[in-house]
């Protein structure tokens, strides 16, 4: 027996649950427990957050300056079979090519727990390798905002600082990870120094000076950047960046930069907790490429009942600024039972706990948060 929800129920059964989600986002879930580490994967600009710009040496827009791609390679990257490549055009490098996160606007940079990064240098001026920016804004800095720089090639003795953190020194066509948050910046406004050997002072130095200092997102552009550029019109600059790691009050995220696969997927095998307590192990997959590939099942620890698909009649994705969700429509035996289901999980990448919805035409549901195990959407 084929059992699948008509249109007007299935419609129903979505605003319920849109309304459900909305509320357990806003309250319950904000004290449920989380990983402390996620990894999720960007693979397109504005996906989790991050977008990219291309400026002119002054910092306005011009997609004739440079180009942001993600990309396979180069040679073996930290982690998957890509990255996201940052490059300046021939006789452009006073100008940048920029990737910005908006996600940490209003962040304490005391509360920052760790911040790192890959990069990988395939041409430059002979010192600038990919590099990290934060914007800020202080009540005690100079005119109340300031830009803090964390540049790869003042993190050694011989060329930066010998009181800081000795992370050696950069080395072309290779891929090297950097400690931004241990190691030394310098600043627009030159309270830390302006680069190389003693004009770059610890982060802490900074923190100390101004603890009310946040990420600020101007103009809504994104205040965590990596770049290249900004340079001389001559240089010339390619690199890459892969797997930044930003923590928050010891919650951390891996961003991992991989080039479009064309391919839509959904996976997740964990625990989740309602507000009022109640346990399910949901599990499901979803692959846009694969061809009747999806499946869904769940336990629920209080009641002991088993639910698992036999059939999948539609599988949606809506990638938002914030989230990205999965609704997953078809039909399955509750307990042996025949019955329709929707599926919904919704993935904030790491920064809210994911939610799961499972709704039966039999009338049981469930929406939850997730406190163990993974649930990834890209």
Same mark, same amino acid.
């Not at 930044?244 to 964990?270: H, L, M, W």
């Given at each position: 027996? @084929?059992?699948?929800?008509?249109?007007?129920?299935?419609?129903?059964?979505?605003?319920?649950?849109?309304?459900?989600?909305?509320?357990?986002?806003?309250?319950?879930?904000?004290?449920?427990?989380?990983?402390?580490?996620?990894?999720?994967?960007?693979?397109?600009?504005?996906?989790?957050? &991050?977008?990219?710009?291309?400026?002119?040496?002054?910092? #306005?827009?011009?997609?004739?300056?440079?180009?942001?791609?993600?990309?396979? =390679?180069?040679?073996?990257?930290?982690? =998957?079979?890509?990255?996201?490549?940052?490059?300046?055009?021939?006789?452009? =490098?006073?100008?940048?090519?920029?990737?910005?996160?908006?996600?940490?606007?209003?962040?304490?940079?005391?509360?920052?727990?760790?911040?790192?990064?890959?990069?990988? %240098?395939?041409? #430059?001026?002979?010192?600038?390798?990919?590099?990290?920016?934060?914007?800020?804004?202080?009540?005690?800095?100079?005119?109340?905002?300031?830009?803090?720089?964390?540049?790869?090639?003042?993190?050694?003795?011989?060329?930066?600082?010998?009181?800081?953190?000795?992370?050696?020194?950069?080395?072309?066509?290779? &891929?090297?990870?950097?400690?931004?948050?241990?190691?030394? &910046? &310098?600043? @627009?406004?030159?309270?830390?120094?302006?680069?190389?050997?003693?004009?770059?002072?610890?982060?802490?130095?900074?923190?100390?000076?101004?603890?009310?200092?946040?990420?600020?997102?101007?103009?809504?552009?994104?205040?965590?950047?990596?770049?290249?550029?900004?340079?001389?019109?001559?240089? #010339?600059?390619?690199?890459?960046?892969?797997?930044?790691?930003?923590?928050?009050?010891?919650? #951390?995220?891996?961003?991992?930069?991989?080039?479009? %696969?064309?391919?839509?997927?959904?996976?997740?095998?964990?625990?989740?907790?309602?507000?009022?307590?109640?346990?399910?192990?949901?599990?499901?997959?979803?692959?846009?490429?694969? @061809?009747?590939?999806?499946?869904?099942?769940?336990?629920?620890?209080?009641?002991?009942?088993?639910?698992?698909?036999?059939?999948?009649?539609?599988?949606?994705?809506?990638?938002?600024?914030?989230?990205?969700?999965?609704?997953?429509?078809?039909?399955?035996?509750?307990?042996?039972?025949?019955?329709?289901?929707?599926?919904?999980?919704?993935?904030?990448?790491?920064?809210?706990?994911?939610?799961?919805?499972?709704?039966?035409?039999?009338?049981?549901?469930?929406?939850?948060?997730?406190?163990?195990?993974?649930?990834?959407?890209?």
């Amino acid at each position: 027996m @084929n059992i699948s929800l008509s249109s007007a129920t299935y419609t129903s059964v979505r605003q319920t649950l849109t309304v459900v989600i909305a509320i357990l986002t806003l309250s319950a879930l904000a004290a449920l427990p989380v990983a402390a580490q996620s990894v999720v994967v960007v693979s397109h600009d504005g996906q989790q957050q &991050w977008h990219s710009r291309i400026t002119d040496g002054i910092g #306005n827009p011009d997609p004739s300056y440079g180009s942001v791609t993600f990309v396979t =390679g180069p040679a073996t990257p930290p982690r =998957g079979i890509g990255s996201l490549r940052l490059q300046t055009n021939l006789g452009k =490098g006073d100008g940048s090519a920029q990737m910005r996160s908006t996600r940490y606007a209003s962040v304490l940079l005391t509360n920052l727990s760790e911040l790192t990064y890959y990069a990988y %240098s395939a041409m #430059n001026n002979g010192q600038q390798f990919p590099y990290l920016t934060l914007a800020v804004t202080c009540s005690s800095c100079d005119g109340g905002t300031d830009t803090l720089f964390f540049e790869p090639p003042y993190q050694e003795p011989l060329t930066g600082n010998p009181s800081c953190p000795n992370q050696g020194p950069t080395v072309i066509l290779t &891929w090297q990870k950097w400690d931004a948050l241990k190691g030394c &910046w &310098w600043d @627009n406004n030159g309270e830390l120094g302006f680069g190389g050997l003693l004009g770059v002072q610890p982060l802490s130095v900074f923190t100390s000076n101004h603890p009310d200092a946040r990420i600020r997102n101007p103009s809504g552009v994104g205040g965590l950047r990596l770049a290249v550029g900004f340079a001389s019109p001559t240089d #010339n600059f390619d690199g890459n960046i892969d797997m930044v790691t930003v923590g928050v009050s010891g919650r #951390n995220i891996s961003y991992d930069f991989e080039p479009p %696969s064309g391919c839509q997927k959904g996976d997740a095998d964990g625990d989740f907790e309602d507000n009022n307590g109640h346990k399910h192990h949901g599990k499901f997959h979803d692959d846009s490429c694969e @061809n009747g590939g999806g499946r869904v099942e769940d336990d629920d620890r209080d009641s002991g009942k088993h639910f698992e698909s036999t059939s999948v009649n539609s599988a949606t994705f809506t990638f938002n600024a914030d989230s990205e969700i999965l609704t997953m429509v078809g039909s399955g035996l509750d307990n042996g039972i025949p019955v329709g289901f929707t599926m919904i999980a919704v993935d904030y990448g790491g920064v809210t706990p994911a939610i799961y919805s499972l709704t039966l035409t039999n009338g049981r549901t469930f929406t939850g948060a997730l406190v163990s195990g993974s649930l990834l959407l890209q």
